[in-house]
């Protein structure tokens, strides 16, 4: 497999070596269950969980959340979260890029997946998305900014790996998915000095 492998991501959560990890949940995902884009009752994915703290946002909230993790570290992490918070979510041991809900779900979190991934993976992953969400259900979608200088001479660094918002357009076309006007909320996470791009998406 090109890229991170299960056993890299395991290591790293059984290591603690998770600089990405807030400690909290991501303030985007607040503003949505402020604002009314997320509510009580609606089923949604987070893919690459991780720790968990906005499966447990989520959860506490009323939502009827799925966490999905291949690494059984970060899994056993979130499930620990989960219990303190006292609150109820399913976690489920799969790989992205195979997994399938049994039914279509009203939404996605998409943090930390999609950044996760070796884009040669992206195209494939962006079809699990579509198939993952029923019409006009949302792909709450947080675009990782990781540029790097070396992408000049096409050298490809990562994780993260740079979602570059042209490449965005093309991985999630319009003829499947309703973007909303720019500009897009930029998000900070000054534990790695990087900032995201909120954007939610409609399925077609």
Same mark, same amino acid.
């Given at each position: 497999?090109?890229?991170?492998?299960?056993?890299?991501?395991?290591?790293?959560?059984?290591?603690?070596?998770?600089?990405?990890?807030?400690?909290?949940?991501?303030?985007?995902?607040l503003q949505w269950l402020g604002d009314g884009t997320i509510t009580p009752g609606q089923r949604i994915l987070v893919p690459g969980c991780g720790q968990g703290w906005e499966v447990a946002a989520l959860a506490k909230a009323g939502v009827l959340v799925t966490g999905i993790d291949f690494a059984p570290e970060a899994l056993a992490l979130c499930r620990q979260l989960i219990e303190?918070? +006292?609150?109820? @979510? $399913?976690?489920?041991?799969?790989?992205?890029?195979h997994w399938r809900p049994d039914t279509p779900v009203? /939404?996605? #979190?998409?943090?930390?997946?999609?950044?996760?991934?070796?884009?040669?993976?992206?195209?494939?992953?962006?079809?699990?998305?579509?198939s993952w969400i029923k019409p006009g259900g949302k792909l709450l979608a947080m675009f990782l900014?990781?540029?790097? +200088?070396?992408? @000049? $001479?096409?050298?490809?660094?990562?994780?993260?790996?740079?979602?570059?918002?042209?490449?965005?357009? /093309?991985? #999630?076309p319009a003829m499947?998915?309703?973007?909303?006007?720019?500009?897009?909320?930029?998000?900070?996470?000054?534990?790695?000095e990087r900032e995201e791009l909120a954007v939610v998406l409609t399925r077609k």
């Open positions: 497999m090109t890229g991170p492998t299960r056993d890299f991501w395991n290591e790293r959560f059984a290591a603690g070596s998770i600089p990405w990890d807030r400690g909290e949940a991501n303030p985007q995902l303190r918070a +006292s609150c109820t @979510a $399913e976690l489920v041991d799969a790989d992205v890029l009203d /939404a996605v #979190f998409e943090q930390t997946c999609l950044c996760a991934l070796y884009p040669d993976f992206w195209t494939h992953y962006a079809a699990q998305l579509h900014q990781a540029p790097r +200088s070396s992408a @000049a $001479e096409g050298f490809i660094e990562g994780p993260p790996y740079h979602c570059d918002i042209n490449a965005m357009r /093309a991985l #999630f499947l998915w309703e973007w909303p006007k720019p500009p897009y909320p930029r998000i900070e996470n000054r534990r790695i």
